[in-house]
């Protein structure tokens, strides 16, 4: 049942993902815009080099590395159709200071170049197979973020229910309480009314000593 639920959750996520396509652009570098397929995606950006450190460093057997501002994997599978690998490099920016829950994937045409560089630098992929290739990268990118989310629900069950557990406890502690001041008033009242007895013996005693004076 829970697996069913989770599944469901993941099938719901990537729904919510369809809209979400590559399209053509480009991404700044040293003041030059260089051509890039670039795609849209409703998480932070820490989340998106998470996911795909753990996608991508399966197919290319290494995790990213930093080169000039680009998330850089080495030697990655890039189409399924073929035996080629590339380095792919990748800039994962925030939407904006507002927006700080969708981030921009640039995936560049080219490894990032300076231009008196540019006629240097090899091309691993044209537009249309980058934009494929982040299309393809959003159903990993889903899962990941769901076991996430998982993992800190289930947390926040683990704590939710701490707490729960030393409330009970602090309430059966308080209950015990409770009985025990009720048992004693129950018992300061029998005592009240016995003393309140012996006060009007003693008083009455007193009443006749003192009528025993003589004028």
């Known amino acids: 049942m829970k697996r069913a639920i989770v599944l469901f959750c993941l099938m719901l996520s990537i729904t919510n993902l369809a809209i979400a396509q590559a399209q053509e652009g480009t991404v700044r570098y040293k003041k030059a815009e260089q051509p890039a397929a670039v795609i849209e995606l409703p998480y932070p950006p820490d989340i998106i080099i998470e996911a795909m450190n753990e996608y991508l460093s399966k197919k290319g057997k290494s995790k990213a590395t930093d080169i000039k501002g680009f998330k850089t994997f080495r030697n990655t599978e890039v189409l399924s159709t073929k035996t080629d690998n590339a380095d792919l490099y990748f800039k994962i920016e925030r939407k904006s200071r507002q927006d700080k ?11 990032p170049k300076d231009q008196e560089e540019a006629d240097k630098n090899l091309h691993y992929l044209n537009m249309e197979q980058a934009k494929t290739y982040l299309n393809e990268l959003v159903p990993a990118i889903a899962a990941y973020n769901l076991e996430q989310n998982i993992i800190q629900q289930n947390k926040n069950v683990i704590t939710a229910e701490a707490k729960h557990k030393d409330h009970k406890v602090e309430g059966e502690d308080l209950n015990r309480k409770k ?22 013996t003693e008083k009455q005693k007193l009443a006749q000593l003192v009528s025993q004076r003589i004028p």
């Open 179 to 200: 009985i025990d001041l009720e048992q004693r008033i129950t018992q300061n009242n029998a005592q009240q009314q016995a003393h309140q007895a012996t006060v009007e």
């Open 101 to 111: 829950e969708t981030s921009f994937i640039s995936l560049l045409l080219t490894q």
